[in-house]
């Protein structure tokens, strides 16, 4: 399951990004690669979920009934990186 490996990525990027908070570069590096790794989990997710009956509605009424869900699906989370 893709899902699960994405899960120990995004995991492995947290910690660095807690370990390198007074290093700015650093800290946007892992940043960058902890948002991408969650976003590939609602992407493997989608598509595990499209190859079920309703899958695509459960995975839809599930994203839109988590705020924070909704931030790494939308794209927007990539103008919220080139902010920080």
Do not use: C, H, P
């Amino acid at each position: 399951m893709d899902e699960k490996k994405k899960l120990g990525e995004a995991k492995y990027f947290f910690k660095l990004m807690s370990r390198n908070k007074k290093n700015k570069e650093k800290f946007l590096y892992n940043v960058s690669a902890f948002l991408t790794a969650a976003r590939s989990i609602l992407q493997y997710s989608l598509e595990e979920a499209k190859n079920k009956s309703n899958g695509q509605f459960w995975y839809d009424n599930y994203i839109s009934r988590n705020i924070i869900l909704q931030f790494f699906k939308k794209s927007e989370m990539l103008t919220y990186m080139k902010n920080l």
